[in-house]
C-alpha cells in the first residue's frame, strides 16, 4: 500500500489525474495513509463521490467501518462491496485509477479481473525467497487472468546508514531482479528501507510529498516514471495489434 500510495502522489506531481481504490476489504489503510482534505459523500442519485486529498481521488472501505472494527465477511459480501467501488462511484476523468489489491489470489482479485478493465498490474515484493514465492503466484494468476504484468517492483531493498554510508542487504539483495528475469517481466527498480516511509504512512503523509528529495522519495519517482512508460508501450502494442487484427479482418 504505501508504493501504491506514493506512486500515485508521484504521477498526481507529475500532472497526471489520479485515483486510488482500495481493493483490501479485510485491511484497509489508504484513509490512514493519505490526509482526507474531503471525506466521501453520496451524491443525489445515491452514488458515492470519492474522497480527496493532495489531489488524489480515492476510496476505501475504511471509511465505512470503524478502525477497530474487523470486517467479517464471507466471499460474496466481499465481492459486492468491490463491485461497488466499480461501478457505484463517481470517478472524475482520470489518467490512472490505481487498484490496491490485497494479498492473495481469492475472491477480490477474481472479481477486479471479471468486472474491471485492468490494464496493467505491477507486483511488490521484498528481496527474500519467501516473498518471491507469493510473486511467482501473483504472476500466474495474472496470467491466467490475461491482464499483464507491467513489471516487478522491490520494496525494503537495502539500507544506508546514517554514519557510514554502507548499504547493508537486511533482507537479502537481488531477488525482485533475479525473479523478473526469470518470469521475463520488467525489473521496475528498488524502493531502499526508509523510516520515514513507515512514518509518513502513519502520519498520512506520503514521503514523495514531505521529503521529495530524500532516497526513498526519488526512487518512488522513478518507479512512477517506468511505470508510465510501461503503460504506454503497452498501449502502443495494444494499438498495432488491433490494427493488424482488422486489417486481417477485412482481407
Known amino acids: 500500500t504505501p508504493t501504491a500510495v506514493n506512486l500515485a502522489v508521484a504521477l498526481q506531481q507529475s500532472g497526471a489525474r489520479v485515483g486510488i481504490l482500495d481493493a483490501d476489504i479485510y485491511g484497509p489503510s489508504i484513509p490512514t495513509m493519505l490526509p482526507v482534505e474531503q471525506p466521501p459523500t453520496v451524491s443525489e442519485d445515491q452514488r458515492l463521490n470519492p474522497a480527496i486529498g493532495l489531489g488524489l481521488h480515492f476510496i476505501s472501505i475504511g471509511f465505512f467501518i470503524p478502525a ?5 465477511l464471507r466471499g460474496p459480501l466481499v465481492s459486492g462491496y468491490i463491485s461497488q467501488f466499480i461501478s457505484n462511484v463517481n470517478w472524475p476523468e482520470l489518467d490512472y485509477l490505481i487498484v490496491d489489491y490485497p494479498p492473495g489470489t481469492g475472491d477480490i482479485q477474481l472479481t477486479l479481473s471479471q468486472q474491471a478493465p485492468i490494464t496493467g498490474a505491477v507486483v511488490v515484493t521484498t528481496p527474500q525467497d519467501i516473498s518471491l514465492i507469493d510473486v511467482r503466484k501473483a504472476i500466474s494468476m495474472f496470467e491466467t487472468t490475461k491482464i499483464p504484468v507491467l513489471g516487478i517492483i522491490e520494496t525494503m531493498s537495502y539500507f544506508i546508514c546514517d554514519q557510514c554510508q554502507k548499504r547493508h542487504n537486511i533482507f537479502r539483495t537481488g531477488g525482485g531482479e ?13 524502493v531502499p528501507i526508509d523510516p520515514l516511509v513507515a512514518e509518513g504512512s502513519d502520519l498520512g503523509r506520503p514521503i514523495v510529498s514531505t521529503h521529495p528529495e530524500c532516497p526513498a522519495a526519488r526512487a518512488y519517482r522513478e518507479l512512477a516514471g517506468a511505470v508510465a512508460a510501461q503503460l504506454s508501450v503497452l498501449n502502443v502494442e495494444r494499438g498495432a495489434y488491433l490494427e493488424n487484427f482488422s486489417l486481417t479482418w477485412k482481407q
Not at 477497530?68 to 467479517?72: C, K, L, P, Q, T
Open 68 to 72: 477497530d472494527r474487523a470486517a467479517i
Open 178 to 190: 533475479r525473479m523478473a528475469h526469470a518470469v521475463g517481466v520488467p525489473f521496475l527498480g528498488a
